[in-house]
């Protein structure tokens, strides 16, 4: 199992700032771990990785905005569950081959997270 990671430039560096408007996302799955599909600005998607590194638990983020392609895999993923929609409540999480999505209750389903 192989994984790629791209740095992206979230905003553009201020003089101030070089080099800490970056962020890493993954670019493709990683079988080995949690794989949370995110975008920014999403609450739930933040409350999830912050309970992932908050319990040492490996994941890997894919995050949907800084890497449009990202984007098309989350989708390529949703459509082997039969998924037809063209909207999906956010993150989006692939473990072990079962994929979770338009998740009722965040707080209740990160407890059962490993």
Same mark, same amino acid.
């Given at each position: /199992?192989?994984? /790629?990671?791209?740095?992206?430039?979230?905003?553009?560096? /201020? $003089?101030?700032?070089?080099?800490?408007?970056?962020?890493?996302?993954?670019?493709?799955?990683?079988?080995?771990? =949690?794989?949370?599909? +995110?975008? &920014?600005?999403?609450?739930?998607?933040?409350? *999830?990785?912050?309970?992932?590194? $908050?319990?040492?638990?490996?994941? *890997? #983020? *894919?995050? +949907?905005? =800084?890497?449009?392609?990202? &984007? $098309? *895999?989350?989708? #390529?993923?949703?459509? #082997? +569950?039969?998924?037809?929609?063209?909207?999906?409540?956010?993150?989006?999480?692939?473990?072990?081959?079962?994929?979770?999505?338009? =998740?009722?209750?965040?707080? #209740?389903?990160?407890? /059962?997270?490993?």
């Amino acid at each position: /199992s192989s994984i /790629s990671y791209k740095k992206i430039k979230k905003q553009a560096p /201020s $003089d101030s700032n070089a080099g800490k408007n970056t962020k890493t996302t993954g670019t493709q799955i990683n079988s080995s771990k =949690i794989n949370v599909f +995110t975008m &920014n600005g999403c609450a739930r998607c933040a409350y *999830l990785i912050k309970y992932l590194q $908050d319990n040492k638990i490996p994941f *890997l #983020e *894919l995050n +949907t905005t =800084i890497h449009q392609p990202n &984007n $098309d *895999l989350m989708f #390529e993923k949703l459509k #082997e +569950t039969g998924f037809k929609g063209k909207n999906v409540q956010m993150p989006v999480i692939v473990n072990k081959g079962k994929v979770d999505f338009n =998740i009722k209750n965040i707080q #209740e389903f990160v407890k /059962s997270m490993k």
